[in-house]
């Protein structure tokens, strides 16, 4: 249906193509990106227009004027789900009986028969599914798919995150950028069927309850935090009351399985904010806190101007002298 958008950078902007989807061998909507929009077509409300003309302009009054924004949305329709969310991960999840995606301007190449790598100017992506790929012309999945794009971090990094979601390593991921937990927050599931809930949002104190099946093994869990947020690049990373270690490199935390018997983190800098990994080697439930550590400058400069005064004060009882 022309001119019904969803507005917002469901994945970055650099990303066009048509998703449709199929169930039970029809064809029951597209899924259109158009670099900065979004067009969701139903099949069976564009039949219904088609064959009701006079009904189009009194749908398209009622319809048309709808926009849809905010940091995720799920859509479910006759066996199809869909789900977005506007995050630094920019992810998109579609399940249904047979995916096609077409119109796709870039380099299509597969890592492996379930993982492919698209790339074309700033834009980079991965699709993963649970079935195998093809490719012809058009990309074709069965079940479900996956598509994240880590562009925003870029180089180096950007490769190695990507490689441990190739691995399932990345359990799912979590978005702060404020302290209303029903409106800043978002949360994302990717394997393991993770779930991260905030159960205590305050200035200087952020703490998650963090879920997960075992037997998927271990799993990294990733904290992005936005800038109003973060109050000192200093934090402290509490695991069930216990201060955990700092990860000796990005490519540590990164391997969950490595024979680590403790959970890790890492934090690393980004355009919007900051992220922090947390390597978790086995699952049940679990409370994270993570703390900021804000310098005390009234109490610094007080004790800086106490050593200058006992200085001072020596220096004239030794010139008295």
Known sequence: MDGSKIEGEYLIAGFEGV????????????????????????KFFDTLLERNPLLREEIKKAIMPITIKGSALTLEYDGCLIELHNTPARFL???ADKIILSKLKYDINATDAHMIKL??????????SNNPLSI???????????????????????KKIEDAFRNKYIGGEITIVGYDEKNETDCISYFGN???????????????KIRGENVSGGKVVKVNLGKKICLSDKIEVRFDGK????ASSFEDVLNPNDDKIYPEYYQLQSEEGVFILISIPHFSEYEVSIAFIVENLVGNAMAISFGMLVILLAAFYMFKK
């Open 194 to 208: 993770i779930s991260i809930q905030p159960i205590e949002l305050r200035e200087g104190k952020i703490v998650l």
């Open 119 to 128: 790339e074309g100017g700033n834009f980079s992506a991965i699709l993963i």
């Open 136 to 158: 012809d012309r058009n990309i074709t999945a069965y079940g479900c798919i996956m598509l994240f794009s880590y562009s925003l971090i870029g180089g180096e990094d950007e």
């Open 243 to 246: 201060e955990i270690n700092k």
């Open 93 to 95: 999840e579609v399940r």
């Open 19 to 42: 998703i449709s989807c199929f169930s039970q061998g029809r064809h029951v909507m597209d899924i259109i990106y158009e670099n900065d929009s979004i067009e969701i077509s139903i």
